[in-house]
């Protein structure tokens, strides 16, 4: 089933176009928190159903590029793990590495979505085709966005937005014939 009728007529034209997803992590792949330990270790949490939802745009055709104003190696980890290409961390004005990205892939940025939740996102949130915020983005940012998703940062906005870029380009019931095939 590819039900769209949670998104607006609109949102699905600009989600059609999609090539690339660029994410914010804190507060977007994670809930915003910073968790350190006795030991001075950092410690994150990523939702697992986000990343799957990265897996299949990649295997769909769809990049994934990551910008970030902090350096971790945790989402190093997580993204190595999601065999993410396109990583930027310790990135605090975005707008320049955003901007290399997209040339470099030679997109245009109606193609280009972008989830983020602060206002150190905006100025890329303000340049893309598909603008998308968490829930719980930063009051700034909700008004400057073409969806604010249903869910919280880091507890499945990214999957969210994943599923409407896969439903509006027809890519997600090959998704779904895939887990539903009978075995033989």
Not at 27 to 46: P, Q, T
Not at 52 to 67: F, P, T
Not at 104 to 110: D, K, Q, T, Y
């Amino acid at each position: 089933m590819t039900d769209l009728a949670p998104f607006s007529p609109g949102l699905v034209k600009k989600a059609e176009t999609i090539r690339l997803l660029i994410l914010d992590v804190d507060g977007v792949l994670s809930d915003n928190k910073l968790i350190y330990g006795d030991d001075g270790m950092e410690y994150k949490a990523f939702f697992t159903r986000d990343g799957h939802g990265m897996v299949m745009l990649q295997k769909s055709g769809i990049e994934i590029g990551i910008i970030t104003g902090r350096n971790s190696p945790l989402t190093s980890k997580r993204m190595q793990d999601l065999k993410v290409k396109h990583l930027y961390q310790g990135v605090p004005d975005k707008l320049p590495t955003f901007l290399k990205l997209v040339e470099s892939l030679g997109l245009h940025f109606s193609e280009i979505a972008y989830v983020g939740d602060d206002i150190l996102d905006l100025p890329i949130l303000t340049r893309v085709g598909l603008a998308a915020c968490p829930a719980d983005a930063d009051a700034e940012v909700k008004p400057r966005v073409d969806y604010i998703s249903q869910f919280n940062g880091g507890q499945g906005c990214v999957r969210e937005i994943c599923e409407l870029i896969l439903k509006a380009q027809g890519l997600w019931q090959a998704h779904m014939d895939f887990y539903l095939r009978e075995t033989v």
